[in-house]
């Protein structure tokens, strides 16, 4: 079991950037499968982007509406996982959570419910 603090939520004009930290401790981070997810309250934990564990073939994942505007990444040497967001939109207004897995196969890396640790969620508030 790995402890993840997100941090670097806020609230933002559309278009603006904002970049999220996940901070990974009691495990190394290149060892898990590291997520993003987003939530809005009533509705459902959607995925938003995955970087595999340093083992993997197909290193990252993103969903389609974060296409070419979001960047997950990770660093290493600060055991951390990074989410870059540019271009931001009203529609991605929601909390976002940083997750952990291990051993996911690449089919199952969107589903929340195999991702064993999670983060407390920051908020992010994209309004004009």
């Known amino acids: 079991q790995v402890q993840l603090v997100e941090s670097g939520g806020g609230s933002v004009q559309p278009g603006d950037s904002l970049r999220l930290s996940c901070a990974v401790s009691?495990?190394?981070?290149?060892?898990?499968?590291m997520a993003w997810f987003r939530q809005v309250v009533g509705k459902e934990r959607d995925f938003v982007t995955v970087i595999r564990s340093r083992s993997s073939g197909i290193n990252t994942i993103y969903e389609d509406s974060v296409k070419g505007r979001f960047t997950i990444c990770r660093d290493n040497a600060k055991n951390t996982v990074y989410l870059q967001m540019k271009s931001l939109r009203p529609e991605d207004t929601a909390i976002y959570y940083c997750?952990?897995?291990?051993?996911?196969?690449?089919?199952?890396?969107?589903?929340?419910?195999?991702?064993?640790?999670w983060g407390q969620g920051t908020q992010v508030t994209v309004s004009s």
């Open positions: 997750a952990a897995g291990k051993g996911l196969i690449l089919s199952s890396l969107r589903r929340a419910s195999l991702y064993a640790d």
């Open positions: 009691g495990g190394t981070v290149s060892d898990y499968s």
